[in-house]
């Protein structure tokens, strides 16, 4: 009886411990930290959206954004991202969890592989491995700079743009320095099609 | 994708260097929080509330009964407010969890493994994810730390049967250590482009036509302590891969630094506490080697690039985020496995195999290099008690412990400790493995389906929470299995380590003689490092070779 009520007294206490703690660490903690957020980093804390040449919310930095039709095939007139486990959807993240001699995913590299050397009109050796793997999140909004070029002249003849202006907008959407040299070059494929559609004559 | 070595050099040296520059400042500091006699004003208002007398201590069975007691109710209350989501504010228009899934987050989160087998997007709305679960990141690691805590004072007190107080240890561990840091963690990351807010946004592309619903959450606030507490639990499914948790590579590194930050400045506190740093220098020194040497293994086994798939990709890719690279994913792989973390950034399905099978093997460990928060010490000091008794049978002495006598009782609460974790994990794989219906759930074939449950096993034993995520746990009997592997991983351990705080708390300190055998210094950090190997060896190598070393080697 005895240690049956010292039990339920302490279960009185875990209950009353665990309620003030979650005033202070599951409101007042993450409501601060919202509201510094807001002050101090309100683009970043708002999910880096960034805005088309009218000022109009068009995507977010950070996260791929895919022009596919159903059967998940890019559209042919702008820059492609990586293949997606989450079919590109934001609400979705998720990896494939293929495993490295998965014959499911061998067949899916193999297929990537062949689609894109065909829409571009290069050999297939000259595809690089990010074009035909799905990130971890299934969002990653960047693509190998191997990639990106791969798919400046057919941007530019679907735009009527000079190679050269695609190409020179490739390179300005580029992570150079530091931070190329601790993650890798890469460009950011949301950002570069906005930076198309506002060059692009109107159709 | 190439694997950047120099770039890989450079990251380990800058971990390297941030922790030897921070680890005695906060060591410092935890060792006066730990120590610390008087409590603040808002402290305690709060025991008061709570129904605490601060002032007076517990013995090792009311200080465990307390560990039990606020565990389970945080189970149950994590529980029960899942099943009713449907009905409370902040729920994202989501129903109420279902009891599999619930149960199994409860003890999930509570047992800080963090193991998630529901999609955070289409499951938890922002109460949940912020008023239940962020509040068990703070609340699993301070439960941890204050274990290790209760450990060190048996070590260091005589002849009594007081190792502190639970709830000033947990109170003072999440307000004065965790909570401080974690805003300070929180606000970096923000301002690095983690989300904080508590809407959606609607973005429109008026050139090609494309609509997206942006996701937004109090994500910032969830992954400091996510990472900091060696937690894990992603506000996202895709955990510290995707781009809102974790937007570029400076950021992934911190996260790094922030995981191994804690448990790597708490073996500095051992030192101060137990009065000889010498202590502290030679339990880092060792958690420092395995981390290094594990570290290297990875960034080999990744390198290698193995796999069939991998190389008809034409090299490394899948499951990798190309903002993070392979370099930096390998690092961010080994510090999550050392510790019991569990937070991804690259799905570890997908690394070549042998990479696949370190970062089980880091498990396996123990989770000792550096460890969990709290977990990670208390492991290494069993496996230190370990060693004094080898060494003790090779000298033929009765072997002693910083003056405490290491006899029968405290031997088989030792050896103990050793058994649980491996019986655990090798008995519900084992099972789990004669059972075609639950082996559906691993969808993959061969050695690595095997890997997949076998992960899954040490990853919930250990109260990691990583996975190999092409296995569905989702359904009642592995939500029911994992579940029991957590809370056995968890529990019977902390029983055992604060049953051993108690029985050493008792003993008189023996002076040194010449004929004990100091637990410092190289030659002791030497037989340390090799004991944590042989006995992670002798546990699972059978196991180990059926699964990642078949497949890595076999092709």
């Known amino acids: 009886m005895n240690i049956f009520s010292g039990y339920l007294r302490q279960a009185g206490t875990a209950l009353r411990f665990l309620l003030l703690a979650t005033v202070v660490l599951g409101l007042i903690y993450p409501l601060a930290i919202f509201g510094i957020g807001q002050a101090v980093a309100p683009f970043q804390a708002n999910g880096s959206i960034v805005k088309d040449s009218a000022g109009r919310p068009a995507a977010s930095a950070l996260i791929a954004q895919v022009v596919a039709d159903e059967a998940g095939t890019q559209n042919p007139l702008w820059f492609h991202a990586r293949p997606s486990a989450a079919k590109w959807d934001p609400g979705a993240s998720t990896a494939s969890n293929l495993g490295p001699n998965d014959p499911k995913l061998l067949d899916a590299v193999k297929a990537n592989r062949a689609a894109i050397a065909a829409a571009e009109g290069v050999k297939e050796s000259d595809v690089p491995a990010d074009a035909v793997t799905a990130s971890g999140s299934g969002l990653d909004p960047q693509i190998s700079v191997a990639y990106a070029r791969l798919q400046v002249t057919r941007v530019a003849k679907a735009h009527g743009l000079s190679p050269e202006t695609v190409q020179a907008m490739v390179d300005r959407r580029t992570v150079t320095g530091l931070e190329a040299f601790l993650g890798q070059p890469s460009v950011n494929v949301a950002e570069l099609n906005l930076d198309v559609a506002a060059a692009a004559p109107a159709k | 994708m190439v694997f950047n070595v120099a770039s890989f050099v450079t990251q380990v040296a800058v971990l390297l260097l941030l922790l030897i520059l921070v680890h005695k400042p906060l060591g410092v500091y935890l060792a006066r929080v730990f120590e610390g006699k008087r409590s603040t004003r808002v402290e305690r208002l709060f025991y008061r509330v709570s129904g605490v007398d601060p002032d007076s201590e517990q013995s090792w069975s009311i200080y465990l009964r307390s560990v039990m007691v606020f565990s389970a109710v945080s189970i149950l209350v994590v529980f029960l407010l899942q099943r009713l989501q449907g009905v409370l504010p902040g729920n994202n228009s989501l129903p109420g969890v279902d009891p599999w899934t619930a149960m199994n987050t409860a003890i999930s989160f509570a047992t800080n493994t963090n193991w998630q087998t529901y999609v955070p997007e289409s499951t938890m709305g922002i109460f949940v994810q912020m008023c239940l679960l962020a509040v068990q990141n703070f609340l699993s690691a301070a439960v941890g730390i204050v274990v290790v805590v209760a450990l060190i004072r048996g070590i260091v007190r005589t002849r009594t049967d007081r190792l502190g107080n639970f709830w000033v240890d947990v109170a003072r561990t999440s307000f004065r250590i965790l909570l401080p840091m974690a805003a300070l963690a929180a606000i970096v990351m923000v301002i690095g482009g983690v989300v904080q807010n508590f809407w959606s946004t609607d973005v429109v592309n008026q050139a090609t036509g494309v609509t997206q619903t942006i996701p937004g959450g109090p994500v910032a606030s969830q992954e400091a302590i996510?990472?900091?507490?060696?937690?894990?639990?992603?506000?996202?499914?895709?955990?510290?891969?995707?781009?809102?948790?974790?937007?570029?590579?400076?950021?992934?590194?911190?996260?790094?630094?922030?995981?191994?930050?804690?448990?790597?400045?708490?073996?500095?506190?051992?030192?101060?506490?137990?009065?000889?740093?010498?202590?502290?220098?030679?339990?880092?020194?060792?958690?420092?080697?395995?981390?290094?040497?594990?570290?290297?293994?990875?960034?080999?086994?990744?390198?290698?690039?193995?796999?069939?798939?991998?190389?008809?990709?034409?090299?490394?890719?899948?499951?990798?985020?190309?903002?993070?690279?392979?370099?930096?994913?390998?690092?961010?792989?080994?510090?999550?496995?050392?510790?019991?973390?569990?937070?991804?950034?690259?799905?570890?399905?997908?690394?070549?195999?042998?990479?696949?099978?370190?970062?089980?093997?880091?498990?396996?460990?123990?989770?000792?290099?550096?460890?969990?928060?709290?977990?990670?010490?208390?492991?290494?000091?069993?496996?230190?008690?370990?060693?004094?008794?080898?060494?003790?049978?090779?000298?033929?002495?009765?072997?002693?412990?910083?003056?405490?006598?290491?006899?029968?009782?405290?031997?088989?609460?030792?050896?103990?400790?050793?058994?649980?974790?491996?019986?655990?994990?090798?008995?519900?794989?084992?099972?789990?493995?004669?059972?075609?219906?639950?082996?559906?759930?691993?969808?993959?074939?061969?050695?690595?389906?095997?890997?997949?449950?076998?992960?899954?096993?040490?990853?919930?034993?250990?109260?990691?929470?990583?996975?190999?995520?092409?296995?569905?746990?989702?359904?009642?009997?592995?939500?029911?299995?994992?579940?029991?592997?957590?809370?056995?991983?968890?529990?019977?351990?902390?029983?055992?380590?604060?049953?051993?705080?108690?029985?050493?708390?008792?003993?008189?300190?023996?002076?040194?003689?010449?004929?004990?055998?100091?637990t410092h210094g190289w030659l002791f950090g030497s037989l340390l490092l090799g004991v944590t190997v042989i006995m992670t060896a002798l546990s699972y190598f059978p196991a180990l070779s059926l699964g990642p070393l078949a497949e890595g080697l076999l092709k």
């Open chain 2, 226 to 518: 996510k990472i900091l507490g060696t937690n894990g639990g992603g506000y996202f499914n895709a955990n510290s891969a995707h781009p809102f948790e974790n937007p570029n590579v400076f950021i992934s590194l911190f996260q790094v630094f922030l995981i191994l930050l804690i448990p790597s400045a708490l073996p500095y506190a051992y030192g101060r506490m137990v009065g000889d740093q010498r202590q502290g220098y030679t339990v880092v020194g060792v958690m420092g080697t395995l981390w290094l040497s594990s570290t290297a293994l990875m960034g080999w086994a990744v390198a290698s690039a193995q796999g069939t798939a991998t190389a008809a990709a034409g090299g490394l890719g899948e499951g990798f985020e190309q903002r993070l690279g392979a370099a930096q994913s390998s690092i961010f792989a080994t510090a999550t496995t050392l510790t019991s973390t569990g937070a991804i950034n690259v799905a570890h399905d997908s690394l070549p195999p042998l990479a696949g099978g370190v970062a089980i093997v880091n498990m396996m460990l123990g989770e000792v290099a550096p460890g969990g928060t709290g977990s990670g010490l208390y492991g290494l000091l069993i496996l230190a008690i370990v060693s004094v008794f080898i060494a003790g049978l090779m000298v033929g002495r009765t072997p002693e412990f910083l003056g405490k006598k290491i006899g029968p009782r405290e031997m088989k609460l030792t050896a103990m400790y050793i058994l649980v974790t491996p019986v655990v994990v090798l008995a519900l794989a084992g099972v789990t493995v004669l059972l075609p219906d639950a082996m559906a759930n691993a969808p993959a074939s061969g050695p690595h389906q095997f890997s997949e449950v076998l992960y899954a096993f040490t990853s919930g034993a250990n109260n990691n929470g990583s996975a190999f995520g092409g296995i569905t746990s989702s359904g009642p009997y592995l939500s029911t299995m994992m579940g029991l592997a957590m809370l056995l991983g968890r529990f019977l351990p902390i029983v055992l380590v604060l049953a051993l705080a108690g029985s050493l708390a008792k003993q008189p300190k023996i002076p040194a003689s010449s004929g004990t055998v100091p």
